[in-house]
């Protein structure tokens, strides 16, 4: 049960540095755009740091952060190079903030941590954010991409799953994909509670409301006939980016072993899913070394790269 709950947490991200794969010559932030655009819920409107393609595109990729999203800027910028695909052809959209709230639309403010708002992130996502992109920056409403890792990863397939007009291809990285699994909605509880003191009762109800089924992607697979997806978690095994250097080092080390550990059981059974049902549009990435953590997500990203450009595209 402790690992259960530690698998819907977001771990204490190791720091990476330097560029990795895929790093162009050229500075994306001679292209970069904050805008604070108006979101539903009560919140008034949302930080969206935005990185213009270089060749002019009109094609997008959202990336969607972990459990312990921050107020500042988003994790993909915090910790990896991913702003660089923008000089790649595709334009790069990285909304801030969402601290547990599996970019959902939530039943009611949470009582818990006396929220003064109600999460309205799939509404915003679908819709205010789109608009914006483009009536400001001429961004396409209908053929773009999203990409999460952990409970981004699950938020990535099933804003794609209902919204199929608006992203033509899907990423989730380390995700989560069976909440229905035994154990896995009281985890959800308390690692909510644990990442900001959230109320998973005003997010999706009680464990038997509705909203649990349509938000999980395991259930939401027949959704996805058609759709591309990479799919991507590690073995656990320690790798490249894991080198602890101190007591804490390796309590994150062992955290993010477990964690990814249990999300590649979770992938593994979302595969044997879509193949029940034929579905074969997913490319399956499982190295055989890997943690919950920044540097493998982001060589997972550029891994992706091509096949998110042919689905979008760019």
């Known amino acids: 049960m402790r690992l259960l709950v530690a698998a819907l947490v ?62 500042d800027v988003s994790g993909w910028e915090h910790e990896t190079n991913a702003a660089w695909l923008a000089d790649h052809g595709v334009n790069v959209i990285m909304p801030v903030g969402g601290q547990s709230s599996f970019y959902a639309d939530w039943y009611a403010p949470s009582n818990f941590n006396g929220q003064p708002y109600t999460y309205k992130w799939e509404s ?21 991409a999203v990409v999460g890792l952990s409970m981004g990863g699950n938020a990535a397939l099933i804003l794609a799953a209902y919204h199929r007009d608006q992203f033509k291809f899907a990423g989730s990285l380390s995700g989560y994909l069976n909440l229905s699994a035994p154990g896995m909605r009281e985890a959800i509880r308390l690692a909510m509670l644990d990442a900001g003191g959230y109320n998973s009762d005003a997010m999706w109800g009680p464990p038997w409301d509705p909203a649990w089924l349509r938000h999980d992607p395991f259930v939401a697979a027949p959704q996805m006939r058609g759709l591309p997806m990479w799919i991507s978690a590690a073995s656990g095994l320690p790798g490249q980016y894991d ?42 990435s499982f190295p055989i070394v890997g943690t919950h953590s920044w540097g493998y997500w982001q060589d997972e990203l550029w891994a992706m790269l091509p096949m998110l450009k042919s689905s979008i595209g760019a």
Not at 125 to 141: E, K, M, S
Not at 259 to 281: H, K, M, P, S, Y
């Open 124 to 144: 915003f996502l679908t819709q205010n954010l789109p608009d914006h992109l483009a009536n400001v920056y001429g961004i396409d409403r209908s053929n773009n």
């Open 243 to 284: 080198r602890p250097n101190s007591l804490v080092g390796s309590f994150n080390t062992t955290n993010a072993m477990g964690l990814e550990a249990l999300a590649r059981t979770q992938n593994r059974a979302f595969q044997v899913r879509l193949l029940t049902l034929g579905i074969d549009t997913a490319h399956f």
């Open 10 to 71: 977001l771990p204490l991200a190791l720091a990476f540095s330097g560029l990795g794969a895929g790093t162009a010559a050229a500075d994306p932030y001679e292209r970069f755009h904050e805008d604070m655009v108006a979101a539903p819920g009560g919140v008034g409107a949302i930080k969206v740091r935005i990185w213009r393609a270089n060749n002019g595109s009109n094609k997008a990729v959202y990336l969607l952060d972990g459990l312990r999203a921050t107020d």
